[in-house]
């Protein structure tokens, strides 16, 4: 039994990114990992044109995520991707995708 069906774990990856299908991107990947203990952290980035930045992170079963977009750029977004989800799901604050919460709940 591999460690992510052992453990029931999520790979959710949060890509804040800038879509050009005429652009050739560079991405940054991130590791979104906790000091043991914690419950919080902050990860800074920046893009630059149609660059895109990736945070993975893992998560189990009744987990939350909060992430910000913390811009004035009316040309940045937040989705997430899953290798259970058919497709990416639009995080932003007004998205279709959210509840009336403000969340969204994986559907597994």
């Known amino acids: ?5 052992r453990f029931n774990v999520a790979i959710l990856t949060l890509s804040l990114s800038v879509f050009s299908n005429l652009a050739i991107a560079e991405k940054s990947i991130q590791d979104i990992r906790f000091k043991k203990g914690a419950t919080s952290g902050e990860y800074v980035g920046t893009v630059n044109g149609y660059d895109y930045n990736d945070y993975v992170f893992y998560a189990k079963k009744g987990q939350s995520l909060t992430a910000t977009l913390d811009t004035t750029s009316t040309k940045l977004w937040m989705r997430l991707f ?5 497709d990416s799901i639009d995080i932003d ?3 279709s995708s959210l509840n009336d919460q403000g969340a969204y709940i ?3």
């Open 1 to 5: 039994m591999n460690l992510l069906s």
């Open 93 to 95: 604050e007004y998205s």
């Open 82 to 86: 899953n290798q259970h989800l058919p």
């Open 106 to 108: 994986l559907p597994y």
